[in-house]
């Protein structure tokens, strides 16, 4: 590999030049060797966010983060993968009722998932509120359960895409996590390492996700179409809202509860919708579009497949999930109509309760969160609860109260009320 120089490169992009292929090579292998220190790529990670990236390089940047690790391959299963990627937002639980829906109609899901960081959730500390859950798994493991099962939620292992796993830490710290071309490259180089043959990725737009209008999300998944496509991967994206969080709960085990809601055939409208249209896109992405998933959430399948999901990885699906051990109810303070309900605010109060990280090495809290009453566009009556905050620990209370603080709007019961959709375009 030819020789480049760290202050050369970052020059270059600070100077508003394309990266050659070689030098993004060079970069992206020097600083997974440890020969390009951390303020240089921190450096140069603030210059792409200031400056950009053309489609070439941060194609060539994704092929340099994959070929930093190892590669999966599935080829050799009976049936055909497809996965889902949500670019994270508030009460996004999309992925437990998901996997094992997709499985039940044939098709399987190889999802390697994340902790949370910040004010959103991580699948795994969700699914790992389960007693007895495990998320590490072997690749044999992987692949055995994908052939018997159909469906793996597990730990992206430390052998994929590591120049991510050190960029996106560096990032973290550094105020570059919001750059199109880094978020692209940096989750699409670990859905292609991963080896799914078809690709749908939710990405999520509004206060509680991190591109907060239509059209930055809308580049980001066209940046991340073209990039699954040039790889191989059938990939399309569905922009989705998250200015008002999913569902009726924030946290952990209180997800994992209201996902088994959903897989019983129940559970709240919003996350079943979000569920079946992602469903759909995998199941004719992967060349099943004969199966309607609605049926297999209907007839019990999906819920078979969840409990053998579970059990095959040391869970009890059927054992009580851990709760909080403090409650603390905030009611609704006039009468009319839900206007508004913040996914940020909302996100932000989870996380102060317990319920997400503010280091990656924190713990969380299993039964920490927030339970909401009234979504929009539901009418309240003064004093009827409008929100249930869930802790271990009391003195959590206060700041979560004050993150809730004009994070909701309450209208006159005859203020007009306009729905927002839920999915607001396609990207194909
Ligand atoms: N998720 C990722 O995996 N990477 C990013 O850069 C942002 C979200």
Not at 106 to 133: C, F, M, N, Y
């Amino acid at each position: 590999m030819p020789d480049h120089d760290a202050v050369e490169v970052i020059a270059a992009k600070r100077d508003r030049h394309e990266l050659s292929d070689s030098q993004i090579d060079w970069v992206v292998d020097a600083y997974t060797r440890g020969a390009v220190a951390d303020e240089q790529m921190s450096s140069l990670a603030m210059a792409i966010l200031l400056n950009g990236m053309s489609r070439r390089e941060i194609a060539r940047w994704t092929a340099a983060m994959i070929a930093s690790g190892e590669r999966m391959d599935f080829s050799s299963l009976s049936r055909p993968t497809a996965d889902k990627h949500s670019t994270g937002g508030v009460g996004d639980k999309i992925t437990l009722p998901l996997a094992p829906l997709v499985a039940a109609c044939g098709v399987a899901v190889p999802q390697l998932s994340g902790r949370g960081l910040g004010h959103t959730g991580g699948t795994l500390d969700k699914l790992e509120a389960i007693p007895g859950w495990r998320a590490a798994l072997s690749n044999d493991e992987m692949m055995a359960q994908l052939e018997s099962v159909g469906a793996v939620v597990c730990a992206a292992g430390d052998g994929l895409a590591p120049a991510d796993k050190k960029l996106y830490a560096l990032r973290d710290v550094t105020g570059t996590v919001e750059a199109i071309p880094l978020i692209a490259s940096s989750i699409m180089s670990k859905k292609i390492a991963e080896g799914t043959g078809s690709l749908v990725l939710d990405v999520k737009v509004g206060t509680g996700a991190f591109m907060k209008d239509v059209d930055s999300a809308r580049e980001l998944a066209e940046t991340m179409v073209a990039l699954g496509k040039d790889a191989g991967v059938h990939t399309v994206a569905l922009l989705t809202d998250m200015a008002t969080p999913l569902g009726r709960t924030a946290g952990n085990a209180i997800e994992v509860a209201e996902s088994v809601e959903v897989l019983a055939g129940g559970g709240p409208a919003d996350v079943v919708e979000l569920t079946l249209a992602l469903a759909r896109e995998m199941l004719a992405g992967a060349g099943r579009d004969d199966v309607d998933p609605a049926d297999r959430l209907a007839d019990g399948s999906a819920m078979d497949a969840w409990k053998a999901m579970i059990r095959a990885q040391d869970g009890d699906p059927d054992a009580p999930l851990p709760e909080a051990r403090e409650s603390h109810v905030v009611t609704a303070p006039a009468s009319g109509v839900l206007a508004r309900l913040d996914a940020m605010a909302v996100g932000l109060a989870a996380w102060r309760l317990g319920a997400g990280r503010a280091r990656k090495e924190d713990p969380v809290q299993a039964g920490a969160g927030v339970v909401w009453h009234a979504r929009p566009g539901d009418a309240v009556t003064e004093g009827q609860p409008l929100f249930t905050l869930l802790t271990d620990d009391a003195h959590r209370f206060e700041r979560a109260l004050a993150s809730l603080e004009g994070g909701y709007d309450i209208a006159p019961a005859d203020a007009p009320y306009l729905p927002t959709p839920l999915v607001i375009d396609r990207v194909s």
